[in-house]
T-cell receptor, first 114, second 108 residues
Framework: EPEVTQTPSHQVTQMGQEVILRCVPI?????FYWYRQILGQKVEFLVS????????KSEIFDDQFSVERPDGSNFTLKIRSTKLEDSAMYFC????????????FGSGTQLSVL | AQRVTQPEKLLSVFKGAPVELKCNYS??????LFWYVQYSRQRLQLLLR??SRESIKGFTADLNKGETSFHLKKPFAQEEDSAMYYC??????????FGAGTRLFVKA
């Protein structure tokens, strides 16, 4: 079965630094998502992306966050100036036909902000 | 507001015992409900969805609109069922929201 790929698997950064988390969704999928999970807490929706624009975003996804599909295969999440509370596991997901289809998740990037 | 509640953080049962993982939701429209599972060191993956009305790995879940519940059940638990289980709700927009998860531990 095709998989969503995320890199890196672990990222350590200093507070205030910019980070870019990378994802390669499944090739024929059209809808892309970022979720995060702070240790011990629930999986939280951040943003969905379709047709080269944000479809929906949560209140977590403030102006420190941005997403981009720069080249037709990668899907990135950028955090401009990281805070301690951004430390979490970040999951990318994709679907072929939107939310009525199951989400295919990547294995996640563990972000640690020191 | 949309909400998914999984009241149990941890559920521990013996092998062969029945399992029920509870999920309640809050949503004014017609939701689409899912159970996702995360086995140790594996990615989050779909277990089943209510619209399919299927049984996967012996698990079933019935949507009860009156009680706004979507409990996950299995008559006889197996050790390999030990995992983290997440109930999730999609409202037909562009997001799915997840419950806090229940860790199922099946003892030999």
């Amino acid at each position: 079965e095709p998989e969503v790929t995320q890199t890196p698997s672990h990222q350590v950064t200093q507070m205030g630094q910019e980070v870019i988390l990378r994802c390669v969704p499944i090739s024929n999928h059209l809808y892309f998502y970022w979720y995060r999970q702070i240790l011990g807490q629930k999986v939280e929706f951040l943003v969905s992306f379709y047709n080269n624009e944000i479809s929906e975003k949560s209140e977590i996804f403030d102006d420190q966050f941005s997403v981009e599909r720069p080249d037709g295969s990668n899907f990135t999440l950028k955090i401009r100036s990281t805070k301690l509370e951004d430390s979490a596991m970040y999951f990318c997901a994709s679907t072929s036909r939107g939310q009525e289809e199951k989400l295919f998740f990547g294995s996640g990037t563990q972000l640690s902000v020191l | 507001a949309q909400r998914v509640t999984q009241p149990e953080k941890l559920l521990s049962v013996f092998k062969g015992a029945p399992v029920e993982l509870k999920c309640n939701y809050s949503y004014s429209g017609s939701p689409e409900l899912f159970w996702y599972v995360q086995y140790s060191r594996q990615r989050l993956q779909l277990l089943l969805r209510h619209i399919s009305r299927e049984s996967i790995k012996g698990f079933t879940a019935d949507l009860n609109k009156g009680e706004t519940s979507f409990h996950l059940k299995k008559p006889f638990a197996q050790e390999e069922d030990s995992a983290m289980y997440y109930c999730a709700l999609s409202s037909g927009g562009f997001k799915t929201i997840f419950g806090a998860g229940t860790r199922l531990f099946v003892k030999a």
